[in-house]
């Protein structure tokens, strides 16, 4: 039968605004987080990266905020432009080095 | 530097058949790991390989294996292929892996479509 693919949330924001993309993680005891952007018919490329003894990181116009109490992240992109339309990941670092992702969130930028 | 580089960018085969991927890891990284990304199940991890030896394992068959060359490229096979194994096959290089908080860089992946 057909395959029922995963429903990506998707966020959809006009050029020039902030962008604000969440995700839940689910190990406590991770240690070690990563945002990545996918774009169509590629490979998922790095954007930054935070640890658990951080709470807030800055990148160039990107910023990740790590809430360890409630186990949640979130990455934040200042004035969004039509090249940040993509897919947004963020991942965990596993135990034994592997990244467990998330289901990813879909960015539309509107010019 | 170059990036993670992968060959093929795209395979079709047939039920029952096996495939060979490859990847090239960037210059001076020497752990590879491997990922299939589907649309129902998302980036779900296959293994990882460093100095040549496997290092790490998903939950994944014994169809699926790897193996890593003293220069650090690595290659996945799938054997005795099934219309699930359809993905994009990402591999993703970084300086150490493991539990060493380090960058995974990833290629642009292999599609393969299985018919």
């Known amino acids: 039968g057909e395959s029922v693919g995963l429903h990506l949330p998707t966020l959809s924001v006009q050029e020039g605004d902030n962008s604000i993309i969440n995700c839940a993680y689910s190990n406590s005891a991770s240690d070690y987080f990563i945002w990545y952007k996918q774009e169509s018919g590629k490979g998922p490329q790095f954007i930054i990266d935070?640890?658990?003894?951080?709470d807030k990181r800055q990148g160039q116009r990107v910023t990740v905020l790590l809430n360890k109490t409630v186990k949640h992240l979130s990455l934040q992109i200042a004035a969004t432009q039509p090249g940040d339309s993509a897919v947004y990941f963020c991942a965990e670092r596993g135990s034994q080095g592997n990244l467990i992702f998330g289901k990813g969130t879909k960015l539309s930028v509107k010019p | 530097k170059a990036g993670v580089t992968q060959t093929p960018r795209y395979l079709i085969k047939t039920r029952g058949q096996q495939v060979t991927l490859s990847c090239s890891p960037i210059s001076g990284h020497r752990s590879v790991s491997w990922y299939q990304q589907t649309p129902g199940q998302g980036l779900q991890f296959l293994f990882e390989?460093?100095?040549?030896?496997?290092?790490n394992k998903g939950n994944f068959p014994g169809r699926f294996s790897g193996r890593q060359f003293s220069n650090s490229r690595s290659e996945m096979n799938v054997s005795t292929l099934e219309l699930g194994d359809s993905a994009l096959y990402l591999c993703a290089s970084s300086l150490a892996g493991g539990r060493v908080k380090d960058t995974q860089y990833f290629g642009p992946g292999t599609r393969l479509t299985v018919l």
């Open positions: 390989y460093f100095s040549e030896t496997q290092r």
């Open positions: 935070i640890r658990s003894n951080m």
